[in-house]
């Protein structure tokens, strides 16, 4: 039996139609912009040959506003299947030069779909967001279509990885899904996010502003913290999807792409030993520490311009995959605030649940001093960290480098919060605080009595140094594990990590804990 040439004409038809999207003129327009269409974005995405897709016939349900019989090919969002470095992962991507990408009924189930497949086959899922939000013609189908899209991204979440791209305006509920998901990439230029847009906040606060204002990729990145990465084009986007995959299992039940060696035993490296500045109250860049740890200097740093005084990111050590969390001593002296709790608290939580071990560097004066950090709730951010940390359970490894002052000593993984491993350099130093902020609160009335109050606050700042600036009475006292040189840093981690693969920690069932929000 063979399909009449007629059928086979008009499902190829059919499929030229849909495949045309918005028209070679729209397509045009983008391409002079220097940007890609939705269906380009999921080229770049899968190896080639390898995307399926689902729902290439989609037809919308809107009927009101002369919407009948009107063609929305796809229903503006293009969705399906295919490989990533062999992997398989599910991606949607809304069409922009179809109806504005605006979301409808089918569009909505379309991407309901995918990620329900995603949840099915435990694959990551890729979301390109090119939007105008809500179609306005559809009414309350349409905000009950974004419902039912929020509900599976929150369904999804700590089962597979969810990674959102912001290629365009998104504007409402555009921006709550991605807001919902683990990642969100967002192109430099073309891209916008806000939940209110410039005339309604005008129209409602009498403050004018500009998309820009409130809704860059800028603003995002380093103001908001709504977002992990900004893309200079449609390409560096896919490319940092690339990467982040790299880095992540398929799903909560595997581990991540490690790629070790069998050889146990990584060497000592001894640019380490030249990375901390000989004054103690000299800043240095962490980073650099995290790229002679990491394998090959490879280290994916997170949400960079946001609360930069804590460093976020992936790499591998001795091949296997890490979240590291550290301290940044050149911004704000690396103290910890509300923004860098924030961040590093749903990082440690993005780690545990793909089980990526954590490996945490601190160097931590304590939490910021200030009126305004107290009074918008430091508290409650801070004992966010506690609690990601307590609540993690893979494998946790801890090394001290300089200060650890305080409640941000225990908040950056002390023994404490469950660290299967602390080492610390010979520059530790843990305090409950630094020497002169002691020394007055110690020796307040000594001092206000004493002739030369500076000489002899001085001196007894030496005294209580003397006795805290130096990790060997917390070694002592076994909060630290081992002191070891810092070249000897990278094989201790390594090895530690290897011995810890099978790591096992259960704790009583519940339906969640109540982390403070
Ligand atoms: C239906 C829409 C649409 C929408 C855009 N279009 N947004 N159609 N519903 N929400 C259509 C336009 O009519 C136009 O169709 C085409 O898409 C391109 O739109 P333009 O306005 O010509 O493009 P541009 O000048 O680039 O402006 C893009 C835009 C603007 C900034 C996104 O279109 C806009 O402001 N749209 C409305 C945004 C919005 O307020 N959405 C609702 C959010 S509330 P033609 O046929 O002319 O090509 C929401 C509720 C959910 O989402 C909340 C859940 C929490």
Redesign the pocket.
């Known amino acids: 039996m063979t399909i009449s040439p007629a059928l086979a004409e008009e499902l190829e038809k059919r499929r030229a139609a849909a495949l045309a999207g918005g028209g070679a003129e729209k397509a045009a327009k983008r391409h002079a912009e220097g940007r890609m269409t939705a269906r380009e974005r999921l080229e770049a995405l899968f190896s080639a040959g390898t995307f399926q897709e689902f729902g290439l016939h989609a037809q919308h349900a809107t009927r009101h506003f002369g919407m009948e019989g009107k063609a929305i090919p796809t229903d503006a969002v293009i969705t399906g299947a295919g490989f990533v470095d062999g992997r398989p992962v599910a991606a949607f991507s809304q069409d922009?030069g179809v109806?504005?990408g605006?979301l409808g009924e089918i569009h909505a189930r379309k991407i309901c779909h995918t990620l329900d497949h995603a949840m099915k086959a435990g694959v990551p899922v890729v979301g390109f967001n090119d939007s105008?939000?809500?179609?306005?013609?559809e009414g309350v189908g349409?905000?009950s279509a974004?419902g039912q899209v929020f509900y599976r991204n929150v369904q999804l979440s700590g089962v597979v990885p969810q990674i959102s791209v912001i290629a365009g305006?998104c504007?409402?509920?555009?921006a709550?899904s991605p807001a919902l998901t683990d990642f969100v990439i967002m192109t430099r230029e073309h891209a916008q996010m806000f939940i209110c847009?410039p005339e309604v906040i005008r129209a409602v606060t009498g403050h004018a502003t500009t998309a820009e204002e409130i809704g860059s990729a800028d603003v995002q990145a380093s103001v908001a913290g709504n977002i992990h990465f900004i893309a200079e084009s449609d390409a560096h986007a896919v490319a940092l999807v690339h990467r982040l995959l790299s880095f992540l299992p398929s799903n909560n039940m595997l581990d991540p792409p490690h790629r070790i060696e069998p050889d146990l035993c990584v060497a000592e490296d001894p640019r380490l030993d030249e990375l901390m500045p000989a004054d103690a109250k000299a800043p240095f860049d962490v980073r650099e520490v995290i790229r002679v740890l990491a394998d090959g200097g490879d280290f994916l740093e997170v949400m960079e311009a946001f609360a930069a005084n804590i460093v976020i990111g992936f790499g591998r050590v001795g091949g296997i995959v890490v979240g590291f969390v550290a301290n940044q001593p050149l911004v704000k002296a690396g103290a910890l605030d509300i923004d860098a709790s924030d961040k590093a608290a749903r990082f440690v939580r993005l780690c545990n649940v793909f089980n990526i071990p954590l490996v945490t560097l601190v160097d931590v004066p304590g939490f910021l001093p200030g009126v305004v950090e107290e009074r918008r709730g430091i508290i409650r951010h801070g004992a966010k960290m506690l609690f990601a940390y307590a609540s993690a359970t893979v494998p946790k490894i801890t090394v001290i480098l300089r200060k650890a002052y305080g409640g941000a000593y225990i908040a950056m993984c002390s023994q404490d919060m469950g660290a299967d491993l602390v080492l610390a350099w010979p520059s530790a130093e843990i305090a409950v605080m630094g020497a002169e902020g002691a020394v007055n609160i110690l020796y307040r009335k000594e001092l206000g009595e004493a002739e030369d109050k500076r000489a002899r606050a001085a001196e007894l700042a030496a005294e209580y140094r003397a006795e805290f600036a130096s990790p060997y009475l917390s070694a002592g006292r076994l909060f630290v594990s081992d002191i070891v040189q810092p070249r000897q840093t990278r094989s201790a981690i390594a090895l530690a990590l290897r011995g810890l693969m099978s790591k096992r920690e259960t704790r009583p069932p519940k339906k969640h804990g109540n982390i403070p929000l």
């Open positions: 922009f109806s504005g605006s105008g939000g809500a179609r306005i013609q349409a905000l974004y305006p504007a409402g509920g555009a709550y847009g």
